[in-house]
Nanobody, 118 residues
Framework: VQLQESGPGLVKPSQTLSLTCTVS??????????WIWIRQPPGKGREWMGA???????YYSPSLKSRTSISRDTSKNQFTLQLSSVTPEDTAVYYC???????????WGQGTQVTVSS
């Protein structure tokens, strides 16, 4: 299984950050996996953002829930993160991940740097 993040590397404050994870080698709609977004700001630890299950149910971090949306396109085998009203504090490396549960991970994307700056 391979995961690859894509999206803009630079986003302006107040805009919406949108990232797509393209999955190959396995379907996002089968086998009871979770498809997860995590980020790591510079100099800080990883932060779990949210997940979408193989059945399409979504789960969000309480601290980010009001700004986060995760969706999927099963025809393209992709899932997408949208984070609204971004600030420089949202600058981070963003990872998409497959997990057997929401907190047990087996495959990671390489990560993509997103900088929020005017």
């Amino acid at each position: 299984v391979q995961l690859q993040e894509s999206g803009p590397g630079l986003v302006k404050p107040s805009q919406t950050l949108s990232l797509t994870c393209t999955v190959s080698g396995g379907s996002i709609a089968t086998n009871d996996y979770f498809w997860i977004w995590i980020r790591q700001p510079p100099g800080k630890g990883r932060e779990w953002m949210g997940a979408i299950s193989s059945s399409g149910s979504t789960y969000y971090s309480p601290s980010l829930k009001s700004r986060t949306s995760i969706s999927r396109d099963t025809s393209k085998n992709q899932f997408t993160l949208q984070l609204s009203s971004v600030t420089p504090e949202d600058t981070a490396v963003y990872y998409c991940i497959r997990g057997g549960s929401m907190f047990e991970y087996d495959y990671w994307g390489q990560g993509t740097q997103v900088t929020v700056s005017s």
